[in-house]
């Protein structure tokens, strides 16, 4: 073999190499691109959005139904998120003096109860990301003349704006699962908490019973919408609620996420048969 053609062998295979490189580094380019766009992307409902979009659709649902808020949680619940929520209050150990931080806290269920268990030496935030929400509940409580020891503050759970160890008792009642980034709301919560202090978060979940499964998503996708229909003329954002319930971290996998918070003691009871749960979880 000549020179010429041993020359022209060795940049054929060095070329083979050349063009078998490239396309290895474009397939993980692409690879990298497709990951990236997926961590960029969140749900809403069953429906996939671009993480910053979320909560402007979150905000829209809210907006929305907050003047049948009340109405609605009674009727899709027969009223017995009452007792759902006295629950979580008996066991929030909420006393005089205390500071509690209400996150959601929307129409203020919760916060009125804390208004009158911390009395005049303690403090209750309401705090809601949700500008309407918060309008219904500053309005409905200040009408029951509950006034001296409430603060309301327009605050997204995920960087809350108050200092390090403040607030004895953090609660959060059907609001984490509508949340963009769950495990940073969490962090944040820790990060206000006192030492001493507990977090409990109130939210709809997996029910225990594959019999009970079946007849919720029965009533949630066909019976709910109609429901938000009828009341609040909209049946899309119970649309949405039915969808995000299901898309929301199951029992087990919220307790795993209140832990890599920092919290310690953690458990959870399963309330009307794991429809709704109450996680607790302390700061040391």
């Not at 474009?26 to 959005?49: C, I, P, R, S, Y």
């Not at 609040?232 to 918070?261: C, V």
Request: aromatic share 8%; net charge negative.
């Amino acid at each position: 073999m000549s020179d010429n053609q041993t020359s022209s062998a060795g940049d054929v295979h060095s070329s083979s190499k050349h063009s078998l490189s490239e396309e290895h580094v474009l397939e993980n380019d692409v690879e990298q691109t497709a990951e990236q766009a997926t961590e960029q992307k969140t749900h809403f409902g069953f429906k996939q959005v671009e993480k910053e979009k979320k909560a402007s659709l979150v905000a829209n649902v809210f907006d929305s139904v907050a003047a049948k808020y009340d109405v609605m949680n009674d009727l899709m619940s027969m009223g017995v998120h009452r007792l759902w929520k006295r629950f979580t209050i008996d066991c929030s150990g909420v006393r005089a003096g205390n500071k509690v931080l209400d996150i959601a806290g929307g129409t203020g269920d919760l916060t009125a109860k804390f208004s009158r268990l911390v009395g005049p030496t303690g403090r209750v935030t309401l705090a809601d990301i949700n500008l309407s929400m918060l309008q219904v509940g500053r309005d409905k409580l200040r009408d029951r003349g509950l006034v001296s020891n409430i603060d309301y503050v327009q605050a997204d759970a995920e960087a809350l704006p108050f200092p390090d160890n403040h607030f004895d008792v953090v609660t959060m009642a059907f609001g984490l699962r509508n949340v963009t980034e769950k495990q940073n709301a969490l962090n944040s919560i820790y990060r206000v908490l006192k030492p001493g202090g507990r977090l409990l978060v109130l939210e709809f979940s997996k029910p225990t019973s594959e019999q009970l499964s079946k007849l919720y998503d029965m009533y949630s996708f066909h019976l709910l919408p109609k429901m938000g229909q009828l009341v609040a003329n909209d049946a899309e954002s119970y649309q949405y609620l039915a969808e995000s319930i299901r898309m929301h971290p199951d029992q087990d996998t919220l307790k795993g996420m209140f832990e890599e918070a920092g919290f310690e003691q953690c458990d959870y009871q399963n309330l009307t048969g794991g429809i709704v749960a109450l996680h607790r979880g302390y700061k040391f």
